[in-house]
């Protein structure tokens, strides 16, 4: 609200807010012109006001006079004082350190649960660089990327990582993935139209390594070497 606000020009009066001259005073032609601009203004504000609220509030604070009236008593409302607002944080923290990517959730979506959790943290206070949650989503991404972190972690520095470059690089993948298993679907419906298909086993490799996957098998076939960029092998394995 408070960028709304600012990107209309009228947060100062939530700021400093306006007070009605008395009745008795006698205005000129340019103070009066000047009040009216103010009022209306102010009646802007508490519109936006009002629409960011349900009715049930609405009714509460109708009789406020301005909007910075408006402003304080909702501030009042709903701001929280510290203690509330620590645990409501401890809460948000709990629930930010269990998420994790489900089966068949999208990167989209996953990235989307995160920083929805990430943004009410950084709301209420909590100092949470991209870096942080960085970290996070690589710890809690589906076997199906695994190798993809391995690639990540190896090219390039997490630190300096930030979000909406993670969640473009995941996408990607997600795609190839995506057109890789479509392609296989295609020639086995192929193969078994022509009577000769008795099924199929993927080869795979089982890696393990930097404390994650440990035991879990994937497709090495599908590794993208982030040195010549081509699959079937990882950057330190790369011969160029």
Request: hydrophobic share 30%; with cysteine.
């Amino acid at each position: 609200m408070e960028n709304l606000l600012r990107s209309k020009g009228l947060w100062s009066l939530i700021e400093n807010g306006f007070e009605e001259p008395e009745s008795a005073t006698v205005q000129t032609i340019a103070q009066q012109t000047q009040l009216d601009e103010i009022r209306m203004k102010d009646h802007k504000v508490k519109h936006y006001l009002y629409q960011a609220i349900d009715r049930v509030v609405f009714e509460q604070i109708l009789d406020r006079r301005t909007s910075k009236i408006v402003w304080d008593s909702l501030k009042s409302k709903f701001g929280g004082n510290e203690r509330v607002k620590k645990s409501l944080l401890n809460t948000l923290r709990r629930e930010f350190e269990v998420l994790e990517m489900k089966k068949g959730e999208t990167i989209k979506e996953y990235f989307a649960k995160v920083m929805a959790v990430a943004n009410q943290m950084r709301s209420n206070g909590e100092t949470m660089p991209d870096s942080v949650i960085v970290e996070k989503i690589l710890r809690n991404l589906t076997e199906q990327f695994t190798y993809v972190i391995v690639s990540i972690e190896e090219a390039k520095d997490t630190r300096t990582v930030s979000v909406d470059e993670l969640q473009s690089s995941l996408s990607v993948h997600e795609q190839k993935f995506k057109r890789v298993d479509q392609e296989e679907d295609h020639a086995l419906k192929a193969v078994a139209g022509d009577g000769r298909f008795e099924g199929r086993r993927r080869g795979t490799n089982s890696y393990r390594g930097r404390g994650r996957g440990r035991g879990r098998s994937f497709d090495k076939a599908r590794v993208e070497c982030y040195k010549c960029h081509k699959l079937g092998h990882f950057q330190y394995e790369c011969p160029r």
